[in-house]
């Protein structure tokens, strides 16, 4: 090297680093680390006093109980269970007083558009169109979400979701991946889009892109109402009514199980493939309990979470239930646009149990998995009878008129779990991995596992003559 | 542009971070502590702004910024990634080292929870290496006292020479006294003398070898201690970023991280 050369500061920084050995380095570290640690721990005994430690045990009994071996998981399912259940039946009641009230809009809307000679057509597009879809959406989604969110956010805040990853760790690390990702899983109940931003905290790159790539199969709450719904109407009605609620919760429950595992199996099939590695290890620390603020937890979970889901979906919906209109009132020939492409579609919907229709609402709600639901009900009142939505009992009769049963709400459900992330989700995916090929493929890849997993259930059923 | 202040050292640095957007009215005040003490509830509290606040480790991975207004000056607080230490092992850590190092934070506020203050007392002790402008908010002093644990907080502040303030951010609780602290140290009007972390023989002789060295390529930007204590570590990412801030003047990183 040119002794003459001036070495630049970087240079000389990196020059008097080099000068010390790598095992100095090794050495001086510990030695740096022990002593910033015997000095704060001299300090804190000079001024820190504690009285009793008898209130410390309360803390790690619970601890015990909640993260013990035998009794973590059933503890889980059970207040996971407790907090659907207080969503389906605490949502029924002022679901239906909205509809009727939003609904009782929609008819005096239409007697204004009549008493002002209006076209039909515009009525059509307005009311019938954009009006009935926007109310349809805030009727079934604003109570369940009102419901669900204050109850998850209370999980939250009395320290209760760092245990749920606490006991899932181990899972996880079998599926080689990361034990945060319980914690972007939590976050995907609310939002897809929110848990892939969650992602974040994974350090590892290849097990951020796992997590991304699996947030999907967790439901989150625009597909919440969908299932719980749906679950009320086909699960919970082929029992007593006294046993509606129980087993229409238990079955979206095992729902998001079976969710959960999807995420176990496809994290564990990346790692061993396309994303090879080891898991990376991590220390989760418990954080204490914490007494519960209900202000704050309202606050959050209406303002920040509920109001932005919705205006969100009604944002969506409004134009979405214009589109569909006219989709289904624009006729060539004898048939409307709209049934023509369900028609396209329904060999592949018969193909794996359900019919052109509900794909087509599948594909149109990409926007949104809000809108699914009131896509479909759109398009089977534009193709058969109008009919007044105001119960879920309603919605049953006009689901079975249009050949509903059963296994053809079981895999609506299993498609909307497990089906392709919604618009949002797709674009923060696009924007957190910055990989168009990554994007495509976490739009791919659970589209073919909703199918194989629909195909399979519908044939196997039909085999077994079971339907 | 001649060669003003506008145009090089102080000036730029801040304008390339993207922090000092106002007048010179505004004060940059930084915000660390370790996971789950309450660091968000204080930013809350202080700045007014509803940002969720999660409970669990690496949750606020993106800083959130807020402003607050006491005495008529405008303060801009930038809530760091909450870390156990400043040993730049992992993301979060460098990122917040990173700011309290080159930022140039007025003050600098270490929150830590007053149950379990020793393990906070390590970052507290970490970040006094770095700069002499900080506050030690010793926050969730009502859960302490519900624990029988008691603070002496006059004699942690005659012990660290920094100022300390008791807090319960989730009821308010002290904090009129702790923006009256962050008031006084940024505006210069109160002097700290932090007693810095004393290390064996061999680690202070090498520091004392680096120091003279060091001084004039630092060029006063940062505390010729504190980066011998790092070149000693080995600590590579501090000299990647001391070429990057202090040298290169190519901040698009840190940029990102601090633009809103």
């Known amino acids: 090297m040119d002794p003459n050369k001036v070495l630049s500061p970087y240079e000389v920084l990196v020059s008097l680093k080099d000068e010390i050995s790598k095992k100095d380095h090794v050495k001086f570290r510990d030695d740096m680390v022990s002593s910033i640690y015997a000095q704060a721990e001299e300090i804190s005994k000079k001024v820190i006093k504690k009285n009793n430690t008898k209130k410390y045990d309360w803390d790690r009994k619970l601890d015990n109980i909640l993260t013990s071996k035998f009794t973590g998981y059933p503890i889980m399912f059970l207040l996971l269970s407790l907090v659907f259940w207080i969503t389906v039946t605490g949502a029924n009641l002022p679901s239906s007083l909205l509809a009727d009230f939003l609904f009782g809009i929609e008819a005096r809307l239409s007697a204004l558009f009549i008493n002002l000679n209006a076209p039909a057509w515009l009525h059509g597009v307005l009311v019938l169109g954009m009006y009935r879809t926007l109310a349809w959406v805030v009727s079934v989604m604003l109570p369940p979400m009102a419901i669900f969110f204050p109850c998850f ?100 429950c095992i729902l998001v199980l079976f969710g959960i595992f999807m995420t176990l199996i496809v994290s564990w099939g990346l790692s061993k493939t396309l994303l090879k590695g080891i898991p990376s290890s991590f220390t989760l620390e418990l954080p204490p309990y914490r007494r519960p603020q209900v202000g704050k937890i309202l606050y959050r979970s209406l303002i920040d979470r509920t109001i932005f889901v919705l205006t969100r979906a009604v944002a969506v919906a409004a134009p979405a239930g214009l589109i569909t209109w006219i989709l289904a009132n624009v006729f060539i020939k004898d048939q409307s646009i709209l049934s023509y492409i369900a028609e396209f579609l329904q060999p592949l919907g018969h193909l794996i149990g359900m019919d052109g229709f509900i794909l087509m609402a599948f594909i149109l709600g990409l926007p949104a998995n809000e809108i699914v639901l009131p896509i479909l009900i759109m398009s089977y009142m534009s193709k058969g009878a109008m009919l007044e939505l105001d119960s879920l009992k309603a919605m049953g009769d006009l689901l079975v008129k249009n050949g509903w049963t059963w296994l053809t709400a079981l895999n609506v459900m299993l498609f909307s779990l497990l089906h392709f992330p919604c618009a949002t989700t797709l674009w923060t995916i696009r924007k957190e991995c910055g990989s168009l090929k990554w994007t495509l493929f976490a739009a791919i890849m659970p589209t073919l596992i909703a199918i194989s997993t629909c195909f399979i259930i519908t044939q196997t059923v039909k085999l077994l003559g079971l339907i | 542009m001649g060669l003003t202040c506008q145009s090089c050292g102080k000036a730029l640095l801040n304008e390339q971070l993207n922090i000092k957007v106002g007048g010179n009215e505004k004060f940059i005040v930084a915000l660390a502590g370790n996971p789950n003490v309450g660091k968000s509830t204080v930013f809350n509290a202080l700045t007014g702004l509803k940002q969720h606040t999660g409970n669990w480790p690496g949750k606020t991975v993106t800083n959130a910024r807020g402003s607050y207004t006491y005495k008529n000056r405008k303060f801009t607080l930038v809530d760091l990634p909450g870390t156990y230490s400043l040993l730049a092992n992992s993301v979060e850590e460098q990122v917040a080292r990173d700011f309290i190092c080159f930022g140039k934070p007025n003050a600098t506020i270490v929150v830590t929870d007053a149950t379990c203050l020793e393990r906070n007392l390590n970052l507290v002790l970490q970040v006094m290496e770095l700069t002499d402008n900080i506050i030690l908010c010793v926050n969730l002093m009502d859960e302490a006292k519900r624990k029988g644990i008691s603070v002496n907080i006059q004699a942690l502040q005659e012990i660290l020479g920094v100022p300390v303030v008791g807090t319960t951010a989730r009821n308010g609780k002290g904090l009129n006294q702790l923006m009256d602290k962050v008031y006084n140290i940024a505006l210069g009007l109160e002097k700290t003398s932090p007693k810095k972390p004393v290390y064996n023989e061999a680690i202070e002789k090498e520091v004392e070898h680096l120091i003279p060295k060091l001084k004039n390529i630092l060029d006063d930007k940062l505390d010729p201690r504190w980066v011998a204590l790092k070149l000693l570590e080995g600590d590579q990412t501090i000299l990647d970023s001391i070429n990057q801030f202090l040298y290169k003047n190519t901040h698009k990183e840190v940029v990102c991280f601090y633009g809103s």
Do not use: W
């Not at chain 1, 079998?174 to 974040?200: D, Y």
């Open chain 1, 153 to 252: 956010t209370l999980l939250e805040d009395l320290g209760y979701l760092p245990r749920i990853a606490f006991n899932l760790d181990k899972l996880f690390k079998k599926a080689g991946t990361h034990g945060k990702q319980s914690l972007t899983m939590s976050m995907g109940f609310g939002c897809n889009a929110a848990g892939i931003i969650a992602c974040r905290i994974i350090d590892s790159p290849r097990e951020r892109l796992i997590a991304i790539l699996t947030n999907n199969f967790v439901p989150c709450n625009g597909r919440f109402p969908t299932l719980i719904a749906i679950s009320t109407i086909f699960i919970g009605g082929t029992v007593a009514s006294k046993y509606h609620s129980i087993t229409a919760t238990l079955f979206v």
